[in-house]
């Protein structure tokens, strides 16, 4: 085999498959890094002025040209991971649901349906958010919340409506999609032998759903949790209408709040003034970073659980 | 029967209904939005909508004729650019990659789809409209096709890995090579999955207005060709549904309407033409 | 069958697209500000011009100076002047000066949400200033009741609402606090976007205006067009001479008429805090950006053409859409102008 010409492997089409596909892939990673560093020498001068300060600066402050990240970070996460919250049991309930009980049809034209709600431009969920979601926080959770659990800092007034927890929920109902239909083809792609088998060794329907199909379908699942997750970090229009747009750390969930994609929609159109401009793309590089971490956590997450799992089997 | 079983069977069915909850849950929010689109568009969607171009503030009548076919366009080259990419990238993750360049691509692909998407927009900006000094179609195309990229990808692997390994073992038994096994065993087999996927990207980008800004531009006008500024439904949807006038609220919704409609005919129609009668088994 | 299907699709897409079409195309970005009218300019003079389409998009004004310095097109519109660094850039990238030209005018209004009150609300600068810096927190405050004597103002905290993407209606609000209050301009100063000490951000005026309904003890800032398209309660400003102004046609343009007699050779000017008794004072022009060398020749009778329609019957539209017509001064100081472009 070894001895085999370079041009004879070629021409097996087997080697040009590869070669081809490895191009594609490599695309990608290309375009990574490119992205990435057209936003590293697009923010030199705000990494030269700030430096690390940058990421536990408070202020942002166009006319002084004073530019710090952390109200923006902070949003970012806090909306981002109540969107998870309230997302990922929703929908994976919702997907088990779908491929598991439901029957193929019903199953197969409510999927049809939320697939389309993927469609659905950010610009026309923010219109429903503030329009129902924010009034429905201001005047309906806000008061239950407050008035039951209002010792905790995470409820406390004053409520405006606009607030990191109407991000979240908005979010949560612009990822759901992906989660739902995602979980669900994997589900549907998990062999049958598989759930009889369990079956037959006696647990009921839902051990057999929950410790057999669900996790063999873990990889595949958390595969949509991440498409989620990355949506939620990077949305800018529907979150713009109702976190309330205002660049400060605050405790409660009902409080306004701003996020790194929104403020870049906010500002770059109009941002004159090289610091300026610079200092929104450093905040993208920032976005970067978060999602470069994040997903770097969740994977560890499931290197962790995926080995705990197998100790426990032997 | 033992305690134990009782808790057992209750807590199965506890479950398994909860999880038909969530899915309520989940199908009411969706009709309500659909419901809210259908109604507050519907009332505004007429013919005019479909044949004629915008007219300013004030004038009625006008449409987003131009609206319409831009995004037709954006969408096509963005798959264009996007499908293949992901699509057989994703071959590479699941069949010849080590698992350490797959971690890497992987990672690479999380991390783009991470980017928001105006960001994608002024690096599209950057690459494409400055060098040429013009805002373009292309342009757009290409922001939106970046866009893509991401979830063919990572589904294409995910379901090209969840192939049984019998299919794969059988074809090569029967001495295929390992392209011939890919295309005509492994893809098929996985071929829903990931058709769903693109569509879930395809769905995803038709409705962003953020990253058409600063390439597609938008435009008054007929776009010819690929290389100037065109208008777009989600752009239109965003200028008109932000703007004082009530006309242009409506219009708005209407156009939130057609966009979903578009989605749903590209949905239908890759589904039926695509589909090669292979019935895949529901396990 | 469906391989042909799919190969006759793509042609209809591609042959559709690709039909030719005769016409210049002219590129043009800025505010958003005085959109609705040069959209419906630009739409008017496509059907007298045939051959000619403006196609203008509002992306800000902030974009439009940068496009318009990038050369990505033809030209740009602003709410506010270019600054002597924007211009000297400009000069740096494109190796020629760039000219403002104005072409209407504009106002911004507070508009307010307070239980209670139907009356229109009389604001000084004192207050608007205090209620923006986070000073004056209740809708009694003295200096608010001072000017407003008889209206039943409730001890409300008061919620400042303002704009989160940047915009020309931000930078007239604030080159008018800036004018009108030290600390102000000293701790916040004037631009397109600024730091706001307090407030909710509310994006695009449909934000504010919405922000604002929905919130009682609200307090924002919109477009005066704005406004008046959508019936919003408004209040009135009290100007340079003492009286109390809500903002109309005749009192913006009562802004400009002072200014038009000093105005520079440049065009660029702010008459926010104008003198003129019956003034309102946050009142600004909105300008299109032009470059004084254009190469391309067929643009640049184009432009110029448009130039001088839009100082003749272009005007006729403006008050129709809620803007005020330039004073006449400035449109023969302009009409002169035009021969710059070259």
């Known amino acids: 085999m070894g001895s085999r010409s370079f041009l004879s492997k070629l021409r097996d089409g087997d080697e040009i498959a590869r070669l081809v596909t490895f191009l594609f892939a490599a695309t990608v990673v290309l375009i990574t890094l490119l992205l990435v560093f057209e936003l590293w020498t697009n923010s030199v001068?705000?990494?030269?002025?700030?430096?690390?300060?940058?990421?536990?600066?408070?202020?942002?402050?166009?006319?002084?040209?004073?530019?710090?990240?952390?109200?923006?970070?902070?949003?970012?996460?806090?909306?981002?991971?109540?969107?998870?919250?309230?997302?990922?049991p929703l929908g994976l309930g919702a997907a088990i649901f779908l491929a598991e009980l439901a029957p193929a049809r019903v199953s197969d034209s409510l999927q049809f349906f939320i697939d389309l709600l993927a469609a659905v431009p950010s610009v026309i969920y923010g219109l429903l958010g503030f329009f129902i979601i924010v009034p429905f926080v201001r005047s309906v959770l806000f008061p239950a919340l407050n008035s039951s659990l209002g010792f905790l800092p995470l409820f406390k007034g004053p409520s405006y409506g606009v607030s990191y927890i109407a991000a979240g929920m908005v979010l949560a109902i612009m990822v759901i999609p992906y989660i739902i239909s995602v979980s669900r083809e994997v589900l549907l792609s998990v062999p049958r032998d598989q759930r009889e088998a369990a079956l037959a060794l006696g647990s009921t329907r839902w051990e057999s759903t929950w410790k057999v199909v669900v996790p063999f379908a873990k990889t595949g699942i958390m595969g949509s949790v991440f498409l989620a997750l990355a949506r939620a970090l990077g949305e800018t229009m529907a979150v713009t209408m109702v976190i309330g747009n205002t660049p400060k750390l605050a405790a409660s969930l009902f409080a306004p709040g701003y996020s790194i994609a929104?403020?870049?929609?906010?500002?770059?159109?109009?941002?004159?003034?090289?610091?300026?401009?610079?200092?929104?793309?450093?905040?993208?590089?920032?976005?970067?970073?978060?999602?470069?971490?994040?997903?770097g956590l969740a994977r560890l997450l499931i290197i962790v659980t995926t080995q705990k799992g197998s100790k426990v089997a032997n | 029967m033992s305690a134990r079983l009782r808790w057992r069977k209750f807590l199965s069915n506890f479950m398994l209904t909860m999880t038909g909850v969530c899915a309520f849950v989940s199908v009411i929010v969706l009709f309500l939005i659909l419901g809210y689109l259908l109604f507050n568009g519907g009332k505004s969607v007429s013919w005019a909508f479909f044949t004629k171009l915008p007219v300013p503030v004030g004038e009625t009548g006008g449409g987003m004729a131009n609206a319409i076919v831009g995004s037709a366009k954006l969408l096509f080259g963005a798959s264009?650019?996007?499908?293949?990419?992901?699509?057989?990238?994703?071959?590479?993750?699941?069949?010849?990659?080590?698992?350490?360049?797959?971690?890497?691509?992987?990672?690479?692909?999380?991390?783009?789809?991470?980017?928001?998407?105006?960001?994608?927009?002024?690096?599209?900006?950057?690459?494409?409209?400055?060098?040429?000094?013009?805002?373009?179609?292309?342009?757009?195309?290409?922001a939106l096709g970046l866009m893509m990229i991401p979830i063919t990808l990572r589904s294409t692997e995910e379901f090209l890995n969840g192939v049984p390994r019998?299919?794969?073992?059988?074809?090569?038994?029967?001495?295929?090579?390992?392209?011939?096994?890919?295309?005509?065993?492994?893809?098929?087999?996985?071929?829903?999955?990931?058709?769903?996927?693109?569509l879930l990207a395809l769905a995803r980008v038709a409705g962003e207005a953020a990253p058409l800004l600063f390439t597609a531009f938008g435009n008054r006008f007929w776009s010819p060709g690929w290389n100037q500024p065109t208008a777009a439904l989600p752009e239109m949807i965003f200028r008109y549904a932000t703007s004082p006038y009530e006309d242009w609220q409506r219009q708005a919704w209407a156009a939130g309407l057609v966009l979903l409609a578009l989605i749903l005919i590209i949905n239908i129609l890759a589904r039926t033409i695509l589909s090669r009668g292979i019935a895949v088994p529901r396990s | 069958m469906k391989r042909t299907a799919l190969i006759a699709m793509a042609v209809l897409v591609f042959a559709g697209v690709v039909w030719a079409q005769s016409g210049l195309l002219i590129n043009g970005a800025g505010a958003s500000f005085p959109f609705p009218i040069y959209s419906k300019w630009f739409d008017v003079y496509h059907q007298k011009n045939g051959g000619i389409q403006f196609n203008y998009q509002s992306v800000g004004s902030g974009a439009g100076i940068k496009q318009v310095t990038e050369g990505t097109v033809d030209f740009g519109a602003s709410d506010g002047p270019m600054?002597?660094?924007?211009?000297?850039?400009?000069?740096?990238?494109?190796?020629?000066?760039?000219?403002?030209?104005?072409?209407?005018?504009?106002?911004?209004?507070?508009?307010?949400?307070?239980?209670?009150?139907?009356?229109?609300?009389?604001?000084?600068?004192?207050?608007?200033?205090?209620?923006?810096?986070?000073?004056?927190?209740?809708?009694?405050?003295?200096?608010?009741?001072?000017?407003?004597?008889?209206?039943?103002?409730?001890?409300?905290?008061?919620?400042?609402?303002?704009?989160?993407?940047?915009?020309?209606?931000?930078?007239?609000?604030?080159?008018?606090l800036s004018k009108v209050n030290d600390e102000w301009k000293s701790k916040v100063n004037k631009a397109t976007s600024v730091n706001w000490p307090v407030g909710l951000g509310g994006k695009g005026s449909e934000g504010v205006t919405g922000l604002v309904k929905q919130t009682p003890n609200a307090i924002g800032y919109v477009e005066l067009i704005y406004a008046a398209q959508n019936n919003i309660p408004y209040g009135a400003v009290k100007n340079s001479s003492g009286k109390?102004?809500?903002?109309?046609?005749?009192?913006?343009?009562?802004?400009?008429?002072?200014?038009?007699?000093?105005?520079?050779?440049?065009?660029?000017?702010?008459?926010?805090?104008?003198?003129?008794?019956?003034?309102?004072?946050?009142?600004?022009?909105?300008?299109?950006?032009?470059?004084?060398?254009?190469?391309?020749?067929?643009?640049?009778?184009?432009?110029?053409?448009?130039?001088?329609?839009?100082?003749?019957?272009?005007?006729?539209?403006?008050?129709?859409?809620?803007?005020?017509?330039?004073?006449?001064?400035?449109?023969?100081?302009?009409?002169?102008?035009?021969?710059?472009?070259?």
């Open chain 2, 166 to 198: 019998m299919l794969r073992e059988g074809a090569m038994a029967l001495g295929a090579s390992k392209w011939k096994t890919i295309t005509t065993v492994i893809v098929p087999a996985a071929y829903r999955g990931i058709l769903t996927a693109v």
């Open chain 1, 45 to 88: 001068l705000p990494r030269h002025k700030f430096g690390w300060h940058f990421f536990v600066a408070q202020a942002w402050d166009p006319v002084m040209d004073e530019y710090g990240a952390l109200p923006f970070m902070y949003g970012t996460v806090v909306s981002s991971a109540l969107a998870l919250l309230i997302a990922v």
């Open chain 3, 83 to 176: 600054n002597d660094e924007q211009l000297k850039a400009y000069q740096d990238k494109r190796g020629s000066a760039i000219l403002h030209f104005p072409t209407v005018l504009g106002a911004a209004v507070p508009t307010y949400n307070v239980p209670g009150v139907t009356a229109t609300l009389n604001f000084t600068p004192e207050a608007l200033a205090g209620i923006f810096l986070g000073k004056i927190t209740k809708w009694n405050d003295p200096a608010i009741a001072g000017a407003n004597k008889g209206v039943n103002l409730p001890a409300n905290d008061i919620v400042v609402v303002h704009r989160s993407d940047g915009s020309g209606t931000t930078y007239i609000w604030t080159d008018y």
């Open chain 1, 262 to 295: 929104a403020v870049i929609a906010n500002e770059f159109t109009e941002a004159t003034g090289d610091l300026y401009l610079q200092a929104l793309i450093e905040l993208g590089l920032v976005l970067f970073l978060l999602t470069f971490i994040l997903n």
């Open chain 3, 244 to 342: 109390f102004v809500k903002a109309d046609m005749a009192s913006v343009s009562a802004a400009a008429a002072g200014a038009a007699k000093e105005m520079p050779d440049d065009f660029r000017v702010s008459i926010t805090n104008s003198s003129g008794k019956d003034a309102y004072p946050i009142s600004s022009f909105t300008w299109l950006l032009v470059p004084a060398k254009i190469q391309d020749g067929p643009k640049r009778d184009a432009i110029k053409g448009f130039l001088t329609w839009m100082l003749a019957d272009g005007q006729t539209y403006a008050e129709q859409l809620s803007y005020a017509k330039l004073p006449k001064e400035v449109v023969e100081k302009e009409k002169k102008a035009i021969a710059k472009v070259q």
């Open chain 2, 80 to 142: 264009l650019f996007g499908v293949p990419v992901g699509f057989f990238g994703g071959i590479y993750l699941a069949e010849f990659s080590g698992s350490k360049t797959a971690a890497v691509v992987r990672y690479a692909a999380d991390l783009l789809n991470g980017v928001p998407s105006i960001v994608i927009g002024i690096f599209a900006y950057s690459m494409v409209v400055l060098p040429f000094k013009h805002f373009s179609t292309f342009a757009g195309a290409f």
